[in-house]
């Protein structure tokens, strides 16, 4: 695999364009969490989802492991499926935590794809629901809508 900057432009396109199927997932996990957690989540449109790939996608450090880890998944397949399925349950974690943007949030979203993960079941090569469940849980984390990131943080050493 080459990743030139073409390569990651179109893996771009490509994880923008899946905002009718990705956007949906987020929600569903939003509120699924929002139920355990006993908290009310905001909900992702189509447009803050698509801003928030763009963001990732401006930065070329991470533009370029994205486009890697998307690359990936979408292509991975193993025979039987449980040989590989380490393989894939890490890259989306990975990606997960990459679209978060770095500790202590890639943390989180490496838990929630984790969670997103036992209800995604897409139809292709192993690593698609893997890849879908990573979209999810890193696009989730890193929008805005849950009220503990909405306040002053107790923990904010500025003077």
Do not use: C
Request: zero cysteines; a negative charge.
């Amino acid at each position: 695999m080459e990743l030139t900057p073409a390569a990651v432009t179109e893996e771009h396109r490509w994880v923008r364009d899946r905002a009718d199927d990705i956007v949906p997932l987020i929600n569903e996990t939003r509120a699924k969490l929002g139920d355990l957690f006993d908290t009310d989540v905001g909900t992702v449109d189509e447009d803050a989802y698509r801003t928030a790939v763009d963001e990732v996608f401006a930065r070329g450090d991470v533009a370029v492991n994205v486009a890697a880890y998307v690359r990936i998944l979408r292509d991975l397949d193993v025979e039987d499926d449980y040989p590989g399925f380490v393989v894939d349950e890490v890259l989306g974690r990975r990606l997960a935590a990459t679209i978060a943007g770095g500790d202590p949030l890639g943390l989180l979203a490496e838990a929630t794809f984790h969670f997103a993960d036992v209800a995604v079941h897409t139809d292709g090569p192993a690593g698609q629901d893997d890849l879908d469940a990573a979209l999810a849980a890193g696009f989730q984390t890193r929008l805005p809508g849950w009220s503990w990131q909405e306040y002053e943080s107790p923990f904010d050493s500025r003077l």
